[in-house]
C-alpha cells in the first residue's frame, strides 16, 4: 500500500508543478481595444535579483541600460506613460516552481524585487504581476485604456520570456507593439522567440 501512496505523492507533485509551468508560460487573451492614439513605454522586470544576479554579462547590461534609458528620455518627452511592471510570484502552483526551480527569486517579500538602481523612479506607474505575461492580473488593461493607450513599446527582460509573452498578449488585444530589441536582455538565443514575435505583428525595433 504504502508504494502505491507514494507513486500517487510524486505523480501529484508533477502533475503540480506542470500545472505551475503551464501557468507561468501561458499567453492571456483579452477584449479587442478600440482605436487609441496615445503610445506607453513598458519596463518590464528590471528588478535588483534579475538585474545584478541574473546571466547577463556586465557589457549585455551595459549596452541594455543605455537603450531603455533613451527610451525613457524619449517617452518623457513625448509625453509618453512609462509604466514599470515587476514581477512577483504570488499563485500556488507558480511559487512552487520558484522555490524548487528558480532559487525562490522573486516570491513576495524576497530580496530584490524592486526595480534595479539604474531604473529606480523613473516610471509615472507601476504594476505586479504573477507570471512571464504582463496582462494576465487584469490590472494592465483598466490602466492602458484610461491612458489612452493604443501602442506599446517594451524593453526588459527576458526576451524569451517575459518579454515575449507580454507582447503576444498585447498583441492578442489589438495593441500596436514594438520590442525595442537593443533594450532588452537574453540569456539564449532569440530566433525562434524573434520569428514568434514577428508572425503575430510585432516590430521588432
Not at 528590471?46 to 525613457?72: C, M, N, P
Not at 528558480?102 to 530584490?112: D, E, I, N, V
Not at 506599446?152 to 526576451?159: E, M, N, Q, T, W
Request: include cysteine; hydrophobic fraction near 50%.
Amino acid at each position: 500500500m504504502l508504494p502505491y501512496l507514494l507513486a500517487a505523492l510524486v505523480c501529484a507533485a508533477f502533475l503540480w508543478l506542470g500545472y505551475g509551468l503551464w501557468q507561468i508560460g501561458s499567453v492571456s487573451s483579452g477584449d479587442q481595444i478600440p482605436e487609441r492614439s496615445g503610445t506607453a513605454l513598458l519596463m518590464i522586470d528590471l528588478q535588483t535579483v534579475f538585474w545584478e544576479g541574473g546571466t547577463y554579462s556586465d557589457a549585455q547590461k551595459s549596452a541594455a541600460q543605455a537603450a531603455i534609458l533613451r527610451e525613457v528620455v524619449a517617452a518623457k518627452s513625448a509625453g509618453h506613460p512609462v509604466i514599470e511592471i515587476r514581477q512577483e510570484w504570488s499563485q500556488p502552483a507558480p511559487r512552487s516552481v520558484a522555490r524548487l526551480l528558480m532559487k525562490g527569486q522573486a516570491l513576495p517579500g524576497s530580496k530584490g524585487t524592486e526595480f534595479a538602481a539604474p531604473f529606480s523612479g523613473l516610471a509615472d506607474r507601476a504594476l505586479v504581476k504573477r507570471v512571464q505575461d504582463g496582462f494576465e492580473t487584469g490590472a494592465l488593461d483598466p490602466l492602458l485604456a484610461e491612458l489612452e493607450v493604443g501602442a506599446l513599446r517594451i524593453v526588459g527582460l527576458d526576451f524569451n520570456y517575459c518579454v515575449l509573452k507580454t507582447a503576444l498578449a498585447a498583441r492578442a488585444r489589438g495593441f500596436v507593439v514594438t520590442v525595442v530589441a537593443d533594450g532588452t536582455l537574453v540569456a539564449g538565443k532569440t530566433d525562434k522567440s524573434s520569428a514568434r514575435l514577428q508572425a503575430a505583428g510585432v516590430v521588432l525595433a
